[in-house]
């Protein structure tokens, strides 16, 4: 039951935003930059974030050497540079807007390790470098000199570095969004999840998280940006989701001879160093179907896998405590290409960011924007 106070200035809106993570706060200011008097509501079933824009590594990355390779057996040329081309214009637009101590960006380059399975992608390093050299002005990628200074094992037989890469706090960027959205007058409302959108009239039913009271939000327009969680309110979208699980150990005793973003197997482990201890995540392709979840869970095939790798190949002979672990839900599809559409007459999606959240999610937001704009 509402009072008529509550009817009058809680429940319609201009736009309606349902998702409070990267894609859903960067829709909420942009639209509200370019339409300042438009009253804006962002919907979230979490406290936080339920995605993966607090749960992933904090990579500031566009593709290691290997993931832009694997890249061409799913796409063209011409595709796989402009997506490398919103990602890294992505990430400096982020910068530019928040800066780079809002943030906690590092310029600490990326890097790749290669085993025997994957050295030959080494072979096509300069091809992709003429390929981006348009873009970056300069080559992206070199061989790294001594990588046995580095202490990985003998099983890593070359490293590539991304000269254009970085790291950043994921948290912060959010804090960042949050704050910029808040002062410009955008509502937002958490542990309220939506369960119905009617894309042609603009209606969204939410309940609490008790399910005990159900809301009826109006909207002109309204911006589905739950990612992989999107599936639930359209049903038919062409998008799968895909769990990643992040161990972080406890701190390391002895001094780590490296810094940076890192990479292994085709870009499916990630790993780096935060506050003196590891963070290693990813190995979702050590059991893909599994991993099509929606769910929270960790896959104990999938950490086994990790902690093998962090004491045989990180730090080869080292015993690692582990501290927290935590997984992340993104959404894939046949394709990394984000989808950006409209799919009822007041409604439109921008999901499917392909893992790639930190870098293309704000640009992603902006699309989403113009194309509201449009409807």
């Given at each position: 039951?509402?009072?008529?106070?509550?009817?009058k200035?809680?429940?319609?809106?201009?736009?309606?935003?349902?998702?409070?993570g990267?894609?859903?706060?960067?829709?909420?200011?942009?639209?509200?930059?370019?339409?300042?008097?438009?009253?804006?509501?962002?919907?979230?079933k979490?406290?936080?974030?339920?995605?993966?824009?607090?749960k992933?590594?904090?990579?500031a990355?566009?593709?290691?050497?290997?993931?832009?390779?694997?890249?061409?057996?799913t796409?063209?040329?011409?595709?796989?540079?402009?997506?490398v081309?919103?990602?890294?214009?992505?990430?400096?637009?982020?910068?530019?807007?928040?800066?780079?101590?809002?943030?906690?960006?590092?310029?600490?380059h990326?890097?790749?390790?290669?085993?025997?399975?994957?050295?030959?992608?080494?072979?096509?390093?300069?091809?992709?470098?003429?390929?981006?050299?348009?873009l970056f002005?300069?080559?992206?990628?070199?061989?790294?000199?001594?990588?046995?200074?580095?202490?990985?094992?003998?099983?890593?037989k070359m490293v590539?570095?991304?000269?254009f890469?970085?790291?950043?706090?994921?948290g912060?960027?959010?804090?960042?969004?949050?704050?910029?959205?808040?002062?410009?007058?955008?509502?937002i409302?958490?542990?309220?999840?939506?369960?119905?959108?009617?894309?042609?009239e603009?209606?969204?039913?939410?309940?609490?998280n008790?399910?005990?009271?159900?809301?009826e939000?109006?909207?002109?327009?309204?911006?589905?940006c739950?990612?992989?969680?999107?599936?639930?309110?359209?049903?038919?979208?062409?998008l799968?989701?895909?769990?990643?699980?992040?161990?972080?150990?406890?701190?390391?005793?002895?001094?780590?001879?490296?810094k940076?973003?890192?990479?292994?197997d085709?870009?499916?482990v990630?790993?780096?160093?935060?506050?003196?201890?590891?963070?290693?995540?990813?190995?979702?392709?050590?059991?893909?179907?599994?991993?099509?979840?929606l769910?929270?869970e960790?896959?104990?095939?999938?950490?086994a896998?990790?902690m093998?790798?962090?004491?045989?190949?990180?730090?080869p002979?080292?015993?690692?405590?582990?501290?927290?672990?935590?997984?992340?839900?993104?959404?894939?599809?046949?394709n990394?290409?984000?989808?950006?559409?409209?799919?009822?007459?007041k409604?439109?999606?921008?999901?499917?960011?392909?893992?790639?959240?930190?870098?293309?999610?704000?640009?992603?937001?902006?699309?989403?924007?113009?194309?509201?704009?449009?409807?």
């Amino acid at each position: 039951m509402f009072s008529y106070w509550e009817q009058k200035n809680f429940l319609k809106y201009d736009l309606i935003v349902v998702g409070a993570g990267f894609t859903g706060l960067s829709t909420a200011i942009n639209y509200k930059k370019k339409h300042p008097k438009a009253s804006v509501l962002i919907l979230d079933k979490g406290v936080l974030p339920c995605g993966a824009s607090t749960k992933n590594a904090g990579f500031a990355c566009f593709g290691s050497l290997t993931e832009i390779l694997d890249d061409f057996w799913t796409m063209t040329p011409d595709e796989v540079t402009a997506l490398v081309e919103m990602r890294y214009k992505g990430l400096r637009k982020i910068r530019k807007r928040f800066g780079d101590k809002a943030l906690q960006y590092k310029n600490s380059h990326g890097f790749e390790l290669l085993d025997a399975d994957n050295i030959a992608a080494a072979d096509q390093l300069q091809e992709v470098n003429k390929m981006l050299r348009k873009l970056f002005k300069k080559d992206v990628f070199s061989v790294v000199k001594e990588p046995e200074t580095l202490g990985f094992s003998d099983r890593v037989k070359m490293v590539i570095e991304n000269h254009f890469e970085g790291e950043l706090d994921p948290g912060a960027y959010l804090g960042a969004l949050w704050e910029n959205a808040s002062e410009m007058g955008v509502k937002i409302l958490t542990g309220v999840s939506v369960v119905e959108v009617r894309k042609d009239e603009g209606v969204v039913i939410a309940e609490n998280n008790s399910n005990e009271d159900f809301f009826e939000f109006t909207g002109e327009k309204v911006a589905i940006c739950t990612n992989a969680f999107s599936k639930k309110l359209w049903p038919h979208g062409p998008l799968e989701p895909g769990r990643g699980l992040i161990l972080l150990s406890k701190p390391i005793t002895e001094k780590i001879p490296w810094k940076g973003s890192f990479h292994m197997d085709k870009g499916y482990v990630y790993f780096r160093e935060i506050d003196g201890r590891l963070l290693l995540g990813g190995a979702r392709n050590k059991d893909f179907e599994v991993e099509k979840t929606l769910e929270f869970e960790t896959n104990p095939k999938i950490k086994a896998h990790l902690m093998q790798l962090a004491t045989e190949v990180i730090f080869p002979g080292q015993v690692i405590e582990w501290e927290m672990e935590w997984t992340g839900i993104m959404a894939f599809g046949p394709n990394k290409s984000p989808l950006i559409q409209p799919i009822g007459a007041k409604t439109a999606v921008a999901v499917r960011l392909g893992g790639m959240g930190v870098a293309i999610g704000w640009e992603v937001g902006k699309e989403l924007s113009k194309l509201l704009s449009r409807m």
